[in-house]
């Protein structure tokens, strides 16, 4: 059983996620300090540094944000011909200035620092997590039975359709009819239209 409690005050909103009389998630936000994390921006590549193996991105803001090679999709890694061994594309064989790239915020600006973003975009919904850029369906570790695993795999292949992206399951899609999964992927996808 899930219950969501919902505390509201001017300054402040707490939401708190009960499974089973357990908290699983709790999220506070301070109407002074909204934060940018989650927020999804179509970015231009103002500055490539590999020195740093990073580069700036304007998407906006006062300060270019910062995205390092790490952070973007894939990792910026790549397998040699021998499949154990993994190495790193430099930053400038994989950005250039003036491109455009769609990032998202995974940290807020700190002082004199810009945002730090990252290409691999996840959208949360109520019941699945939407990755633009995979195409696998993934299930949550806490759904047990392998057999309804597979279900839900089905399930969502079939729902998702041929209209690109992956998705990952949370533990509440378990219960959740194809009418309700449909819901949540036309709300995700319709959330990362630029």
């Known amino acids: 059983m899930h219950d969501i409690l919902i505390n509201w005050a001017p300054q402040e909103t707490r939401i708190a996620i009960i499974e089973n009389g357990a908290v699983q998630e709790l999220h506070l936000e301070r109407s002074l300090e909204r934060g940018l994390v ?22 906006g803001l006062e300060r270019a944000a910062f995205l ?23 930053i400038e064989r994989q950005v250039f200035e003036g491109q455009t790239l769609t990032v998202q915020v995974i940290k807020d600006a700190i002082g004199t620092k810009g945002a730090r973003l990252s290409t691999q975009v996840s959208i ?4 699945l997590v939407f990755l633009p850029h995979d195409n696998h369906i993934g299930i949550s570790q806490k759904i047990g039975s392998p057999e309804l695993r597979e279900q839900l795999r ?12 992956g998705f990952s399951l949370r533990t ?16 995700a996808r319709r959330r990362l239209r630029l």
């Not at 970015?43 to 991105?57: D, E, H």
């Not at 949360?124 to 019941?127: C, E, Q, S, T, V």
């Open 38 to 59: 989650g927020n999804v921006y179509l970015g231009k590549v103002a500055r490539v540094l590999p020195g740093m193996q990073s580069a700036f991105i304007d998407i």
């Open 68 to 90: 390092h090679v790490a952070d973007l999709h894939g990792g910026g890694h790549h397998h040699a011909a021998r499949s154990d061994v993994v190495v790193q594309v430099p």
């Open 154 to 165: 089905a399930r969502m292949q079939v729902l998702a359709g041929d209209a690109g992206g």
């Open 172 to 187: 509440n899609a378990e219960e959740a009819s194809d009418a309700e999964l449909a819901d949540d992927v036309r709300a």
């Open 124 to 127: 949360a919904g109520r019941m």
